[in-house]
C-alpha cells in the first residue's frame, strides 16, 4: 500500500474506534460476557454470504457482457460499496461509489448504470426476504 493508502486506513480505523466508544458510553455499562456468541457468529457469516452473493452476482453480469473479472477484485469493490451506503442516507451511496470504482478499476467503455439495474433486479429475484 501507498502512504496514502495508510493515512486513510489509519484514519477509517481511527474514527471506527472513536464511534464505537461513542456508542459505548451512550449505552451505558454492559456485559460483554453475557453476549450470545453464537448469534454473533451466525450474523457474521450472513454477512459473508450476503456479500459473496453481491460480489456474484455482478461478476455475473459482467462475465456476461464479456468482462472477466476476478471475484476478490469484486468482493473488495463490493465491501467499498456497502461502506458508502452505510454512510449515506437510506444506501444512496452504493450505487455511485461501485460505479466509480468499477469506471476506475477495470476502465469500462459501456454503461455501469445497466449493469447495476441488472444486479438489484438479480438480488431482488433471489432475495427471500424481498417477497
Known amino acids: ?7 486513510g486506513f489509519m484514519l477509517a480505523l481511527l474514527l471506527s474506534f472513536a464511534g464505537i466508544l461513542y456508542l459505548w ?3 451505558g455499562s454492559f456485559n460483554i460476557l453475557s453476549f450470545h456468541w453464537g448469534w454473533v457468529l451466525i450474523t457474521f457469516l450472513s454477512f459473508l454470504l450476503l456479500w459473496f ?6 461478476r455475473s453480469i459482467l ?6 473479472v476476478p471475484i476478490l477484485l469484486l468482493f473488495k469493490l463490493t465491501l467499498s460499496g456497502f461502506f458508502f451506503g452505510a454512510i449515506t442516507p437510506f ?33 431482488e429475484f433471489f432475495d427471500p426476504l424481498s417477497l
Open 1 to 7: 500500500m501507498t502512504k496514502n493508502q495508510w493515512i
Open 25 to 27: 458510553n451512550q449505552a
Open 53 to 58: 452473493c453481491d460480489s456474484s452476482a455482478l
Open 63 to 68: 462475465q456476461s457482457q464479456g468482462i472477466k
Open 91 to 123: 444506501q444512496i451511496g452504493n450505487i455511485p461509489a461501485l460505479t466509480v470504482l468499477l469506471e476506475k478499476t477495470m476502465f469500462l467503455s459501456k454503461p455501469v448504470s445497466l449493469l447495476f439495474c441488472l444486479k438489484v433486479q438479480l438480488m
